[in-house]
């Protein structure tokens, strides 16, 4: 029997893919890269976008044209809502909620509609297939506790649960052990990370110092004094819940990423509390100043969403000033859309689709600007970078630990996917630097 894999949406998906391939591969399966020669595909969606909804609407009747004996498996964040399945109850074959993966052998045999018991700690359990060579997704945790006015996440993937710290330590140990070069630890609030542990402390060498409990913070601490050659990355921070141990905690460990992610969705007060996200514009700024503080080399992203439903044109110039004042590396806009089932949806989307746009672009300039302007520091200097792999016009690239992208053109030297090497960087753009030619 084979199998197809679709994954569509963020990093959380990506690595359950892996533990869907895994399972499958476990149970006999084979994959296959072509959907019209599988006998199940599975289909991994996404709910936060329209856009991302509206794919899966559009791939299910290609995939039963093109193989109409095909058993369709349907899981990731529209598997949950009602709404979708009735839309798709006759075009689906399977519905998995993912929590629900290690009944998916028994679901593909006998099609029955098993009740779902399971913790998202058990799915997580699976040894995923990991699809790189040197880069290995971690997940810490599943669900969120938040409940973000916009967001669908709460509903699509339940409450927050967290991996006990110790069998998160393990996978990492097994897999830098295998020589890989990017632990990227995610779950949608790792700030939130808490786990208890054992009792018997000297089951690990990392715990002794520790209290009864360990936190984020506590656990990049334990992973990093782990022996190897590897950068730890982590996604994603929530301002509300990102504290200054934390921050220490970077600075003072060289393989953790310089490199913070902290959505703010929005630079005015007002418009974060509709949006449910229990910070302050102030708060936001102060922790971007520790962050500077204590480590000046590191770059900053965000998340925005304009256009949120009653955002006023003043209400906008806050985020704009914000966008100003930080001086962002990159940011990922969103015009907003209504997401079925969140509380904004019941909100009057009344920002008209031109004015969204406008107010993207207007950010577009700025963050251009400050991206180009941080990247000017780069310039003469050595950094360490990932080979990551060839691009489509045969350049080589790859990223620093501060996630710039690099070209690596014409080295001199024979270059390696998932190798680290040094270089210096001679040229500059808004989203990228470049390393001198020829020079080692
Ligand atoms: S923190 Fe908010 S935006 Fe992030 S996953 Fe949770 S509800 Fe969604």
């Keep these: 029997m084979k199998y197809h894999i679709v994954t569509i949406g963020c990093q959380m998906n990506k690595s359950d893919s892996e533990r869907l391939a895994s399972h499958l591969k476990s149970n006999n399966y084979i994959q296959t890269p072509y959907r019209k020669e599988a006998d199940v595909v599975v289909i991994n969606t996404c709910g936060v976008r329209q856009s991302a909804e509206d794919r899966v609407y559009g791939l299910i009747p290609e995939i039963k044209k093109e193989n109409p004996g095909v058993k369709l498996v349907l899981t990731g964040c529209l598997s949950e809502r009602q709404d979708v399945l009735k839309r798709l109850k006759d075009k689906v074959d399977i519905w998995l909620p993912i929590k629900d993966l290690p009944y998916l052998k028994d679901k593909l045999k006998i099609r029955s509609d098993l009740s779902k018991t399971l913790d998202s700690n058990e799915y997580l359990r699976i040894k995923p297939e990991l699809t790189s060579f040197f880069s290995a997704f971690i997940p810490i945790g599943n669900g969120c506790d938040n409940f973000c006015a916009y967001c669908v996440v709460p509903y699509a993937r339940g409450r927050e649960v967290y991996r006990p710290a110790l069998e998160i330590i393990k996978e990492v140990e097994e897999i830098v052990g295998k020589g890989y070069k990017e632990i ?47 950068w730890i990355r982590f996604a994603t921070s929530h301002p509300k819940d990102m504290s200054n141990k934390l921050i220490k905690t970077i600075a003072a460990n060289k393989n953790i990423c310089r490199h913070i992610h902290l959505p ?15 910070y302050s514009s102030r708060h936001y700024q102060k922790l971007i100043d520790s962050i500077k503080y204590y480590i000046p080399e590191a770059s900053i992203t965000t998340d925005i969403i304009v256009g949120f439903p009653g955002e006023t044109r003043e209400q906008f110039e806050n985020t704009v000033n914000l966008f100003q ?7 990922y806009i969103s015009q907003y859309s209504p997401r079925p089932g969140t509380s904004a949806a019941e909100m009057k989307d009344n920002v008209p689709p031109e004015e969204k746009k406008k107010r993207e672009k207007e950010l577009t300039e700025i963050l251009r600007e400050s991206a180009y302007k941080n990247n000017q520091k780069y310039i003469g200097r050595r950094v360490k970078v990932l080979v990551e792999g060839v691009n489509k016009k045969g350049e080589w690239y790859g990223k620093t630990d501060t996630n710039k992208n690099v070209k690596l053109n014409n080295m001199g030297v024979d270059l390696q996917v998932g190798d680290f090497i040094d270089v210096t960087i001679d040229e500059i753009w808004d989203f990228g630097l470049s390393c001198c030619p020829k020079k080692p």
């Design 264 to 278: 703010v969705q929005s630079g005015d007060d007002e418009v974060l509390e509709k949006m449910n996200r229990k």
């Design 184 to 230: 990227n630890l995610i779950a949608q609030n790792v700030n939130s990370y808490v786990s208890v542990l054992p009792n018997n402390r000297e089951s690990h060498k990392y715990f002794h110092s520790l209290g009864p409990k360990i936190d984020f913070a506590g656990l990049l601490e334990a992973i990093s004094c782990l022996n190897g050659d590897f």
């Design 325 to 331: 004042e930080i001086g962002f590396d990159m940011a």
